[in-house]
């Protein structure tokens, strides 16, 4: 059974740095086949992907978040980490991870986490 | 940069057919994927590369990919397909989604 758990902060402050956990079971971050993947979506509104990585040396990341984002496994813990740098308010929203089934072109989200609502607020 | 456009709502009577549009340029040279996210819930994938439908998943749920424009169609529709859904493709290595789609089953 697949599973995904994102955990982290549920407030933090503008201009402080987002750490959030995913948190995989039910298959190996060692397959590269698979890949875990950050989505976010502010309250009301679309899904926005931000990042994915299938292994240490293949990680993509959104272009217009790049300079904030990183994204990094610890297979031994079968976790997946993003950090996001200088928070804003408009960062508020649901943070999910997501199971990448295959990468690109053919890759799908077949698994999701039930994501993490994260308010940005002083 | 690549966009993926939908109709920001939809509308349609029990048991009728409904259908989604996607478009973007040469969408059909790429593989679309829809995602159906209830109030409340995350996301759930109901149609991967094109038309294939993940087990689980109703045969009224079918998708298309032709030119600029993927499509969901759902025959029958039931109140419980009432819900928004997303459009996903790939832009290199990234991933674009759409801008979703808000289903209402009057």
């Known amino acids: 059974q697949v599973t995904l758990k994102e955990s982290g902060p549920v407030l933090v402050k503008p201009t402080e740095t987002l750490t959030l956990t995913c948190t995989v079971s039910?298959?190996?971050?060692?397959?590269?086949?698979?890949?875990v993947s950050w989505i976010r979506q502010p309250p009301g509104k679309a899904l926005e992907w931000l990042a994915h990585?299938?292994?240490?040396?293949?990680?993509s990341y959104s272009t217009s978040l790049k300079s904030r984002l990183t994204i990094s496994e610890d297979t031994s813990k079968n976790q997946v980490v993003l950090t996001m740098t200088n928070m804003d308010p408009v960062d508020t929203g649901t943070y999910y991870c997501a199971r990448i089934h295959s990468g690109y072109p053919l890759g799908y989200f077949d698994y999701w986490g039930q994501g993490t609502l994260v308010t940005v607020s002083s | 940069s690549y966009d993926l456009t939908q109709p920001p709502s939809v509308s349609v009577s029990p048991g009728q057919t409904a259908s989604i549009t996607c478009s973007g340029h040469e969408l059909g040279h790429k593989y679309a994927c829809w995602y159906q996210q209830k109030p409340g819930q995350s996301p759930v994938l109901v149609i991967y590369?094109?038309?294939k439908r993940p087990s689980g998943i109703p045969e009224r749920l079918s998708g298309s990919n032709s030119g600029n424009t993927a499509t969901l169609t759902i025959s029958g529709t039931q109140a419980m397909d009432e819900a928004d859904y997303y459009c996903q493709a790939w832009d290199s290595s990234s991933v674009i989604f759409g801008g979703g789609t808000k289903l209402t089953v009057l």
């Open positions: 039910g298959f190996s971050l060692n397959n590269t086949r698979m890949g």
């Open positions: 990585i299938f292994s240490i040396d293949e990680k």
């Open positions: 590369q094109d038309t």
